[in-house]
């Protein structure tokens, strides 16, 4: 509310008490003068103005704002001693949750590093039992090699020998078969020749091949010439001469796979070389 004496307090700078002493001042001042018209020097001199001097200097406006300033500065020093207190209580207890802090990551780096020293331990007894296993996989896999190539080495060995003794059976076989091949063709040979009659156009160098057909019995199935001479004379005599020889009965006892082989299908050649011309 904006009346006279608020307006002039606040124009003036004074406070309401310092004006309200003022105006109890005057209005003292003036029943003073009032009374000194009807009393006595001596009364009015008993009313000395050191009380009311001592209020104003009581309530000098300077003084006053000097307080005000004094208290406010010991206000704003409480308060910045109780910011920086507790400042300080903050910083104590960051300072104590960071060292916490940092006890708690010592304790877990050192469970962690003992974690994994175990864990190292744990690999490092891991790789030796598998090491000592794959040692032993090792060296009865070699005591396996070494057994297995003895084991070849003695079948080779029995190979060879086993083929050395069919070579030597073959050998000895194919030997007797030529042998027997042999005498059978020159018993052969040596019937048809006995049954050639040699006819009178027969010359040196005249050649007839017979493609003879025979059975295990010795007896000829047919004979077919398969290069004639040219004088089919000297052909039929051919001919002729080998029906009159057989049956080969030197045949018989011939084995039935050297008979096969030889002489189931057989070339017999006729050639005239002892002519005279």
Do not use: C
């Not at 001199?45 to 001097?53: A, D, F, G, R, S």
């Not at 300072?95 to 590093?113: D, I, V």
């Not at 040196?204 to 007896?219: C, K």
């Amino acid at each position: 509310m904006n009346t006279p004496l608020s307006n002039l307090v606040i124009y003036n700078g004074y406070p309401l008490s310092v004006a309200v002493a003022l105006i109890i001042h005057i209005i003292i001042f003036f029943t003073l003068l009032y009374l000194q018209s009807g009393s006595e020097a001596q009364s009015f001199e008993l009313i000395k103005p050191t009380v009311i001097k001592a209020l104003f200097i009581d309530e000098n406006p300077q003084l006053r704002n000097r307080q005000l300033r004094e208290q406010r500065r010991v206000e704003q020093q409480q308060r910045q001693k109780l910011q920086r207190d507790e400042e300080q209580r903050l910083e104590r207890e960051e300072s104590q949750q960071r060292e916490a802090e940092q006890q708690r990551l010592e304790r877990e780096k050192a469970a962690l590093r003992e974690r994994e020293e175990l864990e190292r331990l744990r690999a490092l007894a891991e790789r030796e039992e598998r090491e000592r296993g794959e040692a032993e996989l090792e060296r009865r896999r070699q005591q396996e090699i070494a057994a297995e190539q003895e084991l070849k080495r003695q079948q080779e060995l029995e190979r060879r020998r086993q083929e050395e003794s069919a070579e030597a059976s073959a050998a000895e076989a194919a030997r007797t078969e030529y042998e027997l091949v042999q005498s059978a063709t020159t018993l052969i040979q040596r019937a048809v020749q006995e049954m050639w009659s040699r006819p009178p156009s027969a010359r040196n160098g005249m050649r007839a091949v017979l493609q003879i057909r025979m059975l295990p019995t010795g007896e000829v199935l047919d004979a077919v010439i398969t290069q004639s001479s040219g004088d089919p004379a000297f052909d039929r005599s051919a001919e002729n001469a080998l029906y009159r020889a057989a049956p080969f009965r030197e045949l018989q006892s011939l084995p039935i796979n050297v008979f096969n082989t030889n002489f189931r299908s057989l070339s017999l050649i006729f050639e005239p070389e002892d002519l005279l011309n």
